[in-house]
């Protein structure tokens, strides 16, 4: 199969043009936002029939996705989330685990949809929602009373839980941004 992706125009829609001085130059915006960032970007943007209106700010605002992510490592890190022996689906008995994980089979459903359909534009959008505000913005914020509490089973099971999950957001983001998830799979030691 053959993808064929529309044409990458300025942020107003022009052709890019050196004549017009209009042209993005994609190596300096991958050394100043990086490559996942752009690529993220694209992909998101790519939608069927239609051009891509590329400007700066918004590989900016994905790169802010990017830390997002990486924010979310450290804080699991921090709380000392195991990611070691979370091969496993996990059986939440917490109303926000089970939240969170019906939310991850529904995301990776659509994914795995979009990417047969080639529509890459649907699954990075459906894969951003899922983790900065599903996960990022709601769960772990939500997790962070029940990490901070006594509760020593509650604690073990949002654990498991959020490792878990953050575990299967970074398989699913690989293909869209490699380089970032293989950095952070390398830093758990998820081998």
């Known amino acids: ?9 300025d942020e107003k829609g022009q052709k ?19 490559a996942d960032a752009l690529r993220f970007t694209l992909l998101s943007m ?18 802010n996705f990017l830390n997002k992510l990486w924010n979310a490592n450290n804080f699991l890190i921090h709380n000392k989330c195991n990611f070691k022996n979370i091969n496993k689906d996990p059986k939440p008995k917490i109303n926000i685990n089970k939240w969170i994980y019906s939310e991850l089979i529904e995301t990776k459903k659509i994914v795995e ?10 699954a990075s959008k459906t894969i951003y929602q899922f983790v900065w505000h599903s996960y990022c913005d709601w769960y772990l914020e939500l997790s962070k009373t029940i990490l901070y509490s006594d509760n020593k089973k509650e604690i073990k099971e949002i654990k498991e839980t959020s490792s878990y999950v953050f575990k ?24």
């Open 1 to 9: 199969d053959i993808y064929v992706h529309a044409l990458v125009r």
């Open 16 to 34: 890019m043009s050196k004549s017009k001085g209009n042209v993005i130059d994609p190596l300096e915006l991958i050394e100043k936002y990086s």
């Open 46 to 63: 790519a939608s069927p029939g239609r051009d891509v209106k590329l400007s700066e700010d918004r590989v900016k605002g994905y790169r």
């Open 113 to 122: 949809k979009s990417i047969k359909k080639y529509r890459f534009d649907e």
């Open 168 to 191: 299967e957001i970074l398989v699913l983001l690989h293909p869209f941004i490699p380089f970032i998830t293989e950095e952070i799979w390398l830093k758990n030691k998820l081998d």
